[in-house]
């Protein structure tokens, strides 16, 4: 077991979310120094475009970053009361929240700003834990395939940057770099789904304990949204809990 799989709910909300304002600056300022791209989220994760953070302003409390290079989305995003920002810089998964954005002059020419995050989650990529889901009640994931075929599957494990799902038999059309569109599932105990997009990484035949050979398809998050993320997280550190108690 990993050493964070060992932490409580309240142990990693303390050690991965930044609350200094100035450790947020120096962050965020590093990242535009970089151009590192950002995934920016709105209308609660149903639409997002990719952006460049440009620049931190802490005289005005504000982050600067690009437009999207669509009209009609920079005015829907215009329309968002609340954002969320996906990046992973080095390896290292980062994301905040922010409020509603406006248009700025920066430099000669249009761009976003939004007032500075309060909060910042920042994990390392070996800090993306993966748990074996429970297999009493198995986490069920459903998505549709090219050609309108529809995709059933038990969830094997998850981490908050993917999941993998178990199968007896591999779909047809599944391979490598397959893009799924309209993904869900439900976390126990929560009556709200969690939806997605999703690209299929790997397909693994492999041999189970009962001698069947099963297959194992990892597939990784597209665009999920921060906040449900952090209901994933939740949930692993929930499942492990219990698993410590139970041992």
Same mark, same amino acid.
């Given at each position: 077991? +990993?050493?964070?799989?060992?932490? !409580?709910?309240?142990? $990693?909300?303390?050690?991965?979310? @930044?609350?200094? %304002?100035?450790? @947020? ?14 995934? #920016? ?9 990719? +952006? $460049? =953070?440009?620049? #931190? ?10 437009? +999207? ?12 009361? %609340? ?13 905040? !929240? ?5 248009? #700025? ?6 761009? *976003? ?7 910042? =989650? ?8 993966? @748990? ?8 069920? *994931? ?5 050609? &309108? ?7 094997h494990d998850i981490s908050v940057s993917g999941i993998g799902l178990a199968a ?6 599944? &391979?490598?770099?397959? !893009?799924?569109?309209?993904?869900? *599932? ?5 009556? %709200? ?7 299929? %990484?790997?397909?693994? /035949? ?10 194992? =398809? &990892? =597939?990784? *998050? ?6 449900d993320a952090n209901r994933i997280q939740r949930y692993i550190a929930r499942v492990?809990? /219990? ?5």
């Amino acid at each position: 077991m +990993s050493q964070l799989a060992q932490l !409580s709910e309240a142990e $990693i909300e303390d050690r991965f979310h @930044i609350r200094s %304002r100035t450790a @947020i600056q120096f962050l965020l300022a590093n990242f535009a120094r970089q151009g590192t791209p950002f995934a #920016v989220q709105f209308r609660g994760g149903q639409e997002y475009f990719y +952006s $460049i =953070l440009l620049a #931190v302003q802490p005289d005005s409390g504000r982050l600067v970053f690009d437009c +999207s290079g669509s009209p009609e989305n920079n005015r829907r995003f215009l329309d968002s009361e %609340r954002n969320a920002f996906l990046g992973q810089p080095g390896g290292m998964r980062v994301q905040f !929240s922010t409020g509603r954005a406006r248009e #700025v002059n920066f430099q000669g020419a249009k761009a *976003f700003a939004v007032p500075l995050p309060q909060v910042l =989650l920042r994990l390392q990529r070996r800090e993306y834990f993966r @748990i074996e889901t429970p297999q009493v009640r198995p986490l069920e *994931f459903l998505a549709g395939l090219p050609g &309108g075929a529809s995709l059933n599957l038990p969830v094997h494990d998850i981490s908050v940057s993917g999941i993998g799902l178990a199968a007896a038999a591999l779909p047809d059309g599944a &391979g490598p770099g397959l !893009s799924l569109e309209g993904c869900r *599932f439900a976390l126990p105990e929560e009556g %709200r789904a969690l939806f997605f997009a999703a690209t299929l %990484r790997h397909c693994t /035949e492999r041999e189970a304990r009962n001698g069947c050979r099963q297959w194992r =398809l &990892g =597939l990784q *998050f597209s665009n999920l949204p921060a906040t449900d993320a952090n209901r994933i997280q939740r949930y692993i550190a929930r499942v492990e809990h /219990e698993r410590r108690e139970l041992s």
